[in-house]
């Protein structure tokens, strides 16, 4: 498959309201374009467009908000997956929910403990390309405890940009932990165990 990019479909909107960037979808862990690089490439944080989207359920209903991405570094080989390894930085004491009672909570010490952990990181080592879909395995360590965890992966340029553009893209990683794996057990009879994440990375290439 080297030498050529797929478009799989248009991006999903970013989890953060009131942004309107226009995003196409490109699926482009472990394929190149031409002309063929030589080497990886380093990208660093757009902050400002950057967060992560998280929900979880509680009673019968659910709680979502936003998480602020605090640094990024992410590199990408276009020709060989292998090589890409990303470590993405959360700030959990910027986290807010959609009830201002739920966003106290999540700060507390038998949850996110954010006086004590105020950030979670997960460092990405195995990128993986099957098919149409793609993936990174790594570490993620939240209230000072490592777990491995497999994100589903996907990199976006900007719409109207041609197939070879690369100096501006985005990264979506979305997937689930269980928060009692890292010992949040917090409010466990009232909120669920499984909280469904979603982050956005917008990248600039380096330096």
Known sequence: MAGRIHIIHRAPEPPRPGRSRCLAAVLILGLG?????????DYRLDAE???VGFEVTMNEGLIRGTMPVAAAEITLDFENAANSHAEVVLDASGARANLPFATLAMKSGNVLDTAEFPTITFQGAQFRRD??????????????????MTLAAQIFRPQGTPAGYRD????QLTGTLRR??????GFADQVGDEVRLKILARLVLGP
Do not use: E
């Not at 360590?141 to 777990?147: A, D, E, H, N």
């Not at 501006?168 to 990264?171: D, P, T, W």
């Not at 009692?180 to 057990?185: H, L, Y």
């Open 33 to 41: 374009s031409a002309p063929a690089l030589a080497a990886p490439l």
């Open 131 to 148: 098919g149409d879909a793609a993936s990174v395995t790594g570490t993620v360590t939240l209230r000072g405890q490592s777990r491995p």
């Open 168 to 171: 501006r893209l985005a990264v």
């Open 49 to 51: 467009g950057s967060v």
């Open 180 to 185: 009692s794996d890292f010992g949040a057990t």
